[in-house]
């Protein structure tokens, strides 16, 4: 018979991060610190609304770009946070989760051959997403000495005349680095030199810990040149509404909501509308997930500290990024030991992008208690390993 697969997506290597956490899934007593979701519920008014709205029989399809209450209320929240105007019918798409507006955004934008810079280590959708549209991903190894930053030196390393599309991927999901205005700056400054266009996933943006959130297409000259994406999944704790948007000059919006229409049809109708009360009423209610997710930050530098496990201090989204170089094993088999012995999950550093060879993601989207257990378990392993040099 025929091979039914195509070459492109045979190749493409599936995820790397739900490995670890479906063994430890059917472990037992095993402590999980592996997946990117918060562990609070939405917060109560929100799904209020989504059950209200299913209540009032609002179970059709909506606009393809979107209900347009909730596109005014994306831009009011936008224009609030990041100090950016859009206009909310020709300038704003609302989409199945971030996931779908990279997609989408990278499908729209590239044609093929086009290169796509891809800053590592990073979420694993963008270089997939970059191939499956035609695209060449280049990746832009960052390093460890700069907390995991973009800086003009990388883009001068991997630009070339077929570049034509930067993914910033700040706050950062590994390493939970963060791009002040002062960082941005030399950075949009040569997005424009070159004629180059970002795809800006501020997914993480409600969680920064040290300063506000700053958006690069907020930066002069930038707004025309990028895709903000963003959701409810993280800040609002949504993980299962699959809501996302993305806002951006209206001839990339106009025809990502015309790929969008084929694809997609529009994004679920309750979870719009329960969006709409959250943008509106429950901002004191993100404030007080991101405390709590900044104290569990806190705990988790403190016991690294205690226990000699070298780790930057990030300041956004919530996880870190230790180093475990010193016990020379690659990170899959660290975390593989670490499954095994003492029943924590964690994710190896290269499941998103192999410069993140000797390092581990490990979220604190966990309880306080589940940390204590997980982190004491991972004291002792360290000591063992320690103990065996």
Request: proline share 6%; with cysteine; hydrophobic share 35%.
């Amino acid at each position: 018979m025929r091979n039914p697969l195509s070459k492109k997506i045979i190749e493409i290597e599936p995820s790397g991060i739900r490995k670890f956490f479906d063994v430890a899934n059917e472990m037992e007593d095993a402590i999980s610190l592996g997946v990117g979701e918060p562990d609070f519920d939405t917060p109560w008014r929100i799904r209020e609304e989504g059950i209200f709205s299913l209540e009032r029989g609002r179970t059709f399809y909506t606009s393809n770009a979107g209900l347009q209450e909730l596109r005014n209320e994306i831009c009011k929240y936008l224009e609030r946070k990041i100090h950016i105007k859009y206009d909310p019918k020709n300038e704003t798409l609302v989409t199945v989760g971030g996931s779908e507006a990279i997609d989408v955004g990278l499908r729209c934008m590239l044609d093929p051959g086009d290169e796509v810079l891809i800053p590592q280590p990073s979420y694993v959708s963008y270089l997939p997403c970059t191939v499956m549209a035609d695209g060449v991903p280049v990746v832009i190894p960052l390093q460890y000495e700069n907390e995991f930053k973009l800086t003009v030196e990388d883009l001068e390393k991997y630009t070339t005349p077929k570049t034509k599309v930067l993914i910033m991927p700040f706050p950062n999901n590994p390493t939970g680095s963060i791009m002040t205005k002062e960082d941005l700056e030399p950075v949009a400054e040569f997005v424009k030199e070159h004629d180059l266009y970002v795809i800006s996933d501020e997914i993480y943006s409600e969680l920064t810990y040290s300063t506000q959130h700053v958006s690069i297409a907020s930066l002069p000259g930038m707004r025309e040149r990028t895709i903000v994406i963003n959701g409810f999944s993280k800040g609002f704790a949504m993980t299962g509404w699959r809501l996302g948007y993305c806002c951006g000059p209206e001839a990339i919006i106009e025809q990502m909501i015309k790929l969008h229409q084929f694809a997609i049809m529009c994004a679920p109708t309750n979870s719009q509308y329960a969006a709409i009360e959250g943008l509106r009423n429950c901002e004191e209610e993100v404030e007080e997930m991101r405390k709590s997710y900044n104290q569990r930050r806190r705990f988790l530098m403190h016991e690294f500290a205690r226990m000699g496990l070298e780790c930057f201090e990030p300041f956004g989204a919530f996880y870190v990024f230790p180093s475990i170089q010193e016990f020379s094993m690659t990170s899959e088999e660290f975390a593989t030991r670490l499954l095994n012995e003492e029943k924590v999950a964690v994710v190896p550093g290269t499941a998103f992008g192999e410069c993140g060879e000797g390092f581990l993601r490990i979220s604190y989207a966990y309880s306080l208690d589940d940390l204590k257990e997980a982190l004491g378990r991972l004291g002792r392993f360290i000591q063992r390993l320690r103990n065996e040099r």
